[in-house]
Nanobody
Framework: QVQLQESGPGLVKSSQTLSLTCTVSGDSITTTNSYWSWIRQPPGKAPEWIGASHYAGNYYYNPSLQSRTSISRDNAKNTVYLQMNSLKPEDTAVYYC?????????WGQGTQVTVSS
C-alpha cells in the first residue's frame, strides 16, 4: 500500500515562497506509469490541480499557476517537492499529494497552508 505524507510550514507570509514535501513509502516515484500530482483545495472551493511529476521525469503544470510553481523530485529520497513563490492570501488551501498508478489512486492526508497578508 503506497502512502504519501505531505509536510510544510503551515503558515507563510504574502510574497514569500512555499516549499512542500511529499514523502512516499510503499512504492517508488519512478514506478512505470506513475504520475505524482500536487492538488490544493481552498476553503469553500473546488480542488485545483497544481502540477505533476511523471515517473519518466517530465513535469506538467496548471497554466494558471505555472509562472509561480516548480515541482521537483529526489529519486533517492523517494520524495516529490512543490515550490510556489509570490504567495498571496488566496493561495491559502489544503495542499495534497496524489499518485495515479496502475493499481489506482492514492492521496496523502493533506497539509494546511495559510498565507497571511
Amino acid at each position: 500500500q503506497v502512502q504519501l505524507q505531505e509536510s510544510g510550514p503551515g503558515l507563510v507570509k504574502s510574497s514569500q515562497t512555499l516549499s512542500l514535501t511529499c514523502t512516499v513509502s510503499g512504492d517508488s516515484i519512478t514506478t512505470t506509469n506513475s504520475y505524482w500530482s500536487w492538488i490544493r483545495q481552498p476553503p469553500g472551493k473546488a480542488p485545483e490541480w497544481i502540477g505533476a511529476s511523471h515517473y519518466a521525469g517530465n513535469y506538467y503544470y496548471n497554466p494558471s499557476l505555472q509562472s509561480r510553481t516548480s515541482i521537483s523530485r529526489d529519486n533517492a529520497k523517494n520524495t516529490v517537492y512543490l515550490q510556489m513563490n509570490s504567495l498571496k492570501p488566496e493561495d491559502t488551501a489544503v495542499y495534497y499529494c496524489r499518485v495515479v498508478h496502475s493499481r489506482g489512486t492514492n492521496w496523502g492526508q493533506g497539509t494546511q497552508v495559510t498565507v497571511s497578508s
